[in-house]
DNA sequence: CCCACTTTTCCCCACTTTTAACCACCTTCC
DNA sequence: GGAAGGTGGTTAAAAGTGGGGAAAAGTGGG
């Protein structure tokens, strides 16, 4: 449907410094627009950053599902709005990220960097190594039934 | 639809003075017309701001609506032309806003903007704690349905 | 109907804090 | 040893806030 989604490949460590900048890995810089939205996921475990496009791409998708009413998707756009911000990084490729969000979340010095697909993902050290433990079942799982 | 709807993107904590003025966040300024709409929400909650253009949108959308009676209607726009008021930015980019109106929804000193789709709100710090602890489960429910 | 007088509105200036652009350095990898 | 990637710091510009004062608008009395 809509032209290509960009898929940010692998994890890196980089550090937040006092300025609340982060570098964005060189690979995922390349060809990609220098605007970002930057949200907080809806458990506060990690950030979410991704094109003004992936966004609007998103919120269609909300817009469209059938399986919310439209209460739900109202408050729904309250809050993502609301929860979301833009961000543009530098002539060095770092993003300069809210305070406040990185609070909510735990961001501080050194964070992991999860690439996904459309989006990337900012993570908390530790946070991250639990998120992935639990993970790891169900992926190895999906893994032996798809024979990999 | 229409053209494109002014995207007003995060929250900001900023202070109504003792001449009624409070400063829109200059994220929110650029781009934007110096002109407002100012109304209180109907449970007396917040201060709705949004372009005359998205005004008329509005008013459109209600006039539309099939499933409201001609009554309801008459007595709902009353009620909305009542509640609103123009304003104007100044050269700072700061809006005054009505007396009344302020102290309807209980806005004095440090207050938050509140970013959504074609207007912003102004909320009492404590108000909006409340209510978006109160919003957020739904918020969550729908972001899991999309897959957020 | 006109003239003081008060009140409100708006424009400007000044100050502080925050943001963003720029430069410099160190490390790693060809 | 050069180039590219990541990090740290400096500095100029922009954003947010407070307040003074002139113009405009409202108010009351002669």
Redesign the interface.
């Known amino acids: 449907m809509q032209p290509e989604q960009r898929f940010y490949a692998g994890e890196f460590r980089h550090f937040i410094d006092e300025k609340n900048r982060i570098t964005i890995p060189a690979r995922w810089r390349r060809g990609s627009a220098e605007e970002f939205?930057v949200l907080a996921?809806?458990?506060h475990q990690f950030l979410?950053v991704m094109s003004p496009e992936e966004f609007s791409r998103?919120s269609a998708?909300?817009e469209a599902?059938a399986?919310?009413s439209a209460r739900?998707?109202r408050?729904?756009?309250?809050?993502?709005?609301?929860?979301?911000?833009?961000t543009t990084a530098d002539k060095q490729g770092r993003l300069v990220l809210?305070v406040?969000l990185c609070q909510k979340v735990g961001l501080k010095g050194e964070v992991i960097l999860v690439g996904g697909r459309g989006r990337f993902e900012i993570w908390n050290l530790q946070k991250r190594k639990r998120a992935d433990e639990e993970e790891t079942p169900t992926y190895q799982h999906v893994a032996n039934v798809i024979g990999l």
């Open positions: 939205i996921e809806a458990t979410l998103m998708a909300a599902d399986n919310v739900d998707k408050v729904f756009f309250r809050q993502l709005h609301a929860r979301s911000q833009h809210p406040d």
